[in-house]
């Protein structure tokens, strides 16, 4: 029997989460989109603006059965810099922040543990679920459809390649 959870994540560029979480196992899918703001309905331009208030986000679904929350968790502190407050290498506003928007107290409660292990310095937000707004189509698979475009070949391919080296026990059977 297939059980579900989701989580919401912000680490930077949603291209770069996707295309990690995209590739493991028991992630039963990857939508990119913006959540954590004030502005109904943002497109990616609001959201770029910084007025919006959102991040770029990336909503995990996935069989907890098969990869706890814990290794998502694991996963998503590990292919981004949690201690740069509102920037992930050259992208900066607090569209870029690291944030976790968990849905429930046992996600709040591994969130928190992983933070509390990583030590000082660690700014990343654990907050609830807020409503989920679904980028535009063109950012939905990115990477996997424009693995040439320099963005993804200098930003988003060393993250991929980076899981794929330190994870390959928890890559999905390709």
């Avoid at 493991?24 to 703001?37: D, P, Q």
């Avoid at 046992?106 to 907050?127: N, W």
Wanted: net charge negative; charged share 25%; with cysteine.
């Amino acid at each position: 029997m297939v059980t579900q959870e989701t989580i919401t994540l912000g680490g930077g560029c949603f291209w770069c989460l996707e295309a990690v979480f995209d590739e493991m196992a028991g992630v039963l899918s990857v939508e990119s989109g913006y959540m954590g703001g004030s502005r109904p309905n943002p497109t990616y331009e609001d959201v770029c603006s910084g007025e919006s208030g959102h991040a770029e986000v990336v909503r995990v679904t996935f069989d907890p059965a098969i990869t706890p929350v814990r290794e998502i968790l694991e996963v998503f502190f590990t292919i981004h810099d949690p201690t740069t407050p509102n920037r992930q290498g050259n992208d900066v506003g607090t569209q870029y922040r690291s944030a976790i928007f968990y849905e429930s107290e046992q996600q709040k409660r591994a969130a928190e543990e992983i933070i509390q292990e990583l030590g000082p310095g660690v700014v990343t937000e654990v907050t609830p679920a807020s409503e989920f707004f679904m980028a535009e189509n063109y950012h939905q698979e990115y990477f996997k459809n424009n693995p040439a475009q320099s963005y993804c070949q200098y930003v988003v391919a060393p993250k991929v390649k980076k899981f794929r080296l330190k994870f390959a026990e928890k890559r999905r059977d390709n």
